[in-house]
């Protein structure tokens, strides 16, 4: 299936998505673009090891939210499959 047609699944079932990356997620994209594709295709959240600081800043604009890993963890660590499902929950209290 194309990207395209996995994201018209997607839309057609009201799944929003979610994005797992890497290090510098968004450097070196075009940024009004790199936000606005992943918006319109349903993506909600991005968890990436680190993100460009523009491309977090514009993700935020679009009502993406960039969420960061832990330290020391990384996406190869979570052993993910095309299966898994994710309920994500925000707990907005901060405690500093």
Do not use: C
Not at 25 to 31: F, M, N, Q, V
Not at 58 to 81: C, H, Q, R, T, Y
Request: hydrophobic share 45%; no cysteine; proline share 2%.
């Amino acid at each position: 299936m194309s990207i395209f047609e996995t994201i018209e699944l997607y839309k057609s079932n009201q799944t929003e998505l979610l994005v797992f990356a890497g290090e510098s997620y968004g450097a070196g994209s075009s940024r009004d673009t790199a936000t606005k594709a992943p918006w319109l295709g349903g993506v909600r959240a991005v968890i990436a090891e680190s993100f460009e600081r523009i491309h977090r800043a514009k993700l935020i604009n679009m009502g993406i939210l960039p969420l960061l890993f832990a330290d020391g963890i990384s996406v190869f660590d979570l052993e993910l499959s095309a299966s898994d499902v994710f309920d994500l929950t925000l707990d907005l209290e901060t405690k500093q």
